[in-house]
Structures are given as C-alpha cells and as structure tokens.
C-alpha cells in the first residue's frame, strides 16, 4: 500500500503546474558633457611708477602692454613700473570670451588724470603678447577634457600731467568679466 500511496503522491506531483515568478529589472546610465568652468583672476597691478610732473605745459607716460616698455617724450620716469596682468584658466571650455572696462581717469583726491587704457593676450605669461582691440576678446580651448590658462596684459597712456596736479599716487579699477561655454 505504501508504494501505491507513494505512486499517488508523485504522480499528483507531475500533474500540479509549478507555477515560478519572473520579473525583469532595467539596467540605466545617463551621460552628460563636463560642465565648463572658468577663473579669471588678478596677477598684478599696472604701476606706472613715479613720474616726475613738468615744470610746464603738459606731459603724458606710455605702458606697453604687449612689451610693459614705459616711455615719455617729456616726462622723467623713476621707480619700477609694470603692466598689469590677468589670468583666464578653465576647464572642459570649448571657448570663452572676456570683456574688459578702462576706468576714463585716474583719480587722487579730487583730482584727476585722463587715462586710455590698452590691452594685449597670450597663451604665455612672459611672451608673445598681443593687442587687442575693442572691449572684448574670444577664444577658442579643447573642450571637454582640456584644462587651458591664458594671459590678459594691461597698459595705456596717462595724459594731462601739470605742474597743477596734486602730488600723490593716482588709481582707477579696470575691470575683468569671463563667460566659458
């Protein structure tokens, strides 16, 4: 009897269905572009040094800012002088674009000396220079991946200087705005 109960039992045991779940799960990444990011950044002031006012009449001093060369045909320069200088570094920039604005003088209480300020661009900080014309400049980078550093020179021409004008130093804020794409 019990092979004919076991005989049942499995026989039963084909004739059930088993019934099994399933179910699928969806295997996802999203990929995007690194995002650009840009720094613009100050390195150094333009410092004209110290001029000597004229006995008469009116004198002006030059900064190149492509060689930093400082001249006057009447004034006498002293003291150490430079350009002034910014940096531009980013990353994953295809390009980028900065704008600039030249104060129109240079001011020390109350009084004040026209400036005309020059710029000049270069992928290096101590060569190949540059002018730039205009109040913006673009350029292009290696997009995404790609880090790049590039440099901005600042000079111009400081005019009306008399025998009238107040001693002291005379300082006016150029200023530097980037956008990176």
Same mark, same amino acid.
């Given at each position: 009897? #019990?092979?004919?109960?076991?005989?049942?039992?499995?026989?039963?045991?084909?004739?059930?269905?088993?019934? !099994?779940?399933?179910?699928?799960?969806?295997?996802?990444?999203?990929?995007?572009?690194?995002?650009?990011?840009? =720094?613009i950044s !100050?390195?150094?002031n333009? @410092?004209?040094?110290?001029?000597?006012?004229?006995?008469?009449?009116?004198g /002006?001093?030059?900064? @190149? +800012?492509? =060689?930093? +060369? #400082?001249t /006057?045909?009447?004034?006498?320069?002293?003291?150490?002088?430079?350009?002034?200088? +910014? #940096?531009?570094?980013?990353s994953?920039?295809?390009?980028? /674009?900065v704008?600039?604005?030249?104060?129109?003088?240079?001011?020390?209480?109350?009084?004040?000396?026209?400036?005309?300020?020059t710029?000049?661009?270069?992928?290096?900080?101590?060569?190949?220079?540059?002018?730039?014309? !205009?109040t913006?400049?673009?350029?292009t980078? !290696?997009g995404?991946?790609a880090?790049?550093?590039?440099?901005? #020179?600042?000079?111009?021409?400081? /005019?009306?200087?008399?025998?009238?004008? +107040? @001693?002291?130093t005379?300082?006016? =804020?150029?200023?530097?705005?980037?956008?990176?794409?």
């Amino acid at each position: 009897m #019990r092979s004919i109960i076991t005989l049942f039992v499995l026989s039963l045991w084909w004739a059930v269905p088993m019934f !099994g779940q399933s179910t699928t799960v969806t295997a996802s990444i999203s990929l995007s572009t690194p995002s650009p990011s840009c =720094t613009i950044s !100050g390195v150094s002031n333009l @410092n004209y040094g110290t001029v000597e006012k004229p006995g008469s009449g009116t004198g /002006s001093i030059v900064i @190149n +800012a492509q =060689t930093g +060369a #400082r001249t /006057s045909s009447t004034l006498s320069i002293s003291g150490s002088g430079s350009v002034g200088q +910014a #940096r531009l570094s980013g990353s994953n920039v295809a390009s980028y /674009s900065v704008a600039r604005t030249f104060p129109s003088t240079l001011t020390n209480s109350g009084s004040s000396l026209t400036y005309a300020g020059t710029w000049a661009q270069s992928s290096s900080s101590s060569s190949n220079y540059s002018a730039v014309s !205009g109040t913006s400049y673009s350029g292009t980078s !290696g997009g995404p991946g790609a880090t790049f550093t590039h440099f901005f #020179r600042f000079g111009g021409t400081v /005019s009306d200087i008399t025998l009238s004008k +107040a @001693n002291g130093t005379y300082t006016g =804020t150029i200023s530097l705005a980037a956008t990176c794409n």
